[in-house]
């Protein structure tokens, strides 16, 4: 499901976030974050979120803005 080149590790991934999350707004494909113990997440840009919820008939609404507003409020 994931080519060797779309698998970071966790620390890979903080080490290298912005030059990774410059990839993800290129690339239209999710990355894999593995942790120790074999949790893992996947990571994608949000475009390309926005992109596969309307093909698969999801809501449309920027889950990003949407997490940043609330994010501004609780601060408040």
Request: hydrophobic share 45%; no cysteine; aromatic share 10%.
């Amino acid at each position: 499901m994931f080519r060797m080149d779309q698998i970071v590790t966790a620390t890979q991934f903080l080490r290298h976030f912005r030059a990774l999350a410059d990839y993800l707004a290129k690339a239209d494909e999710p990355l894999l974050v593995t942790q120790k113990g074999g949790r893992f997440l996947v990571v994608m840009d949000g475009e390309f979120f926005d992109g596969l919820a309307r093909a698969l008939g999801a809501p449309t609404q920027r889950a990003g803005q949407q997490a940043h507003r609330h994010a501004a409020a609780s601060a408040r």
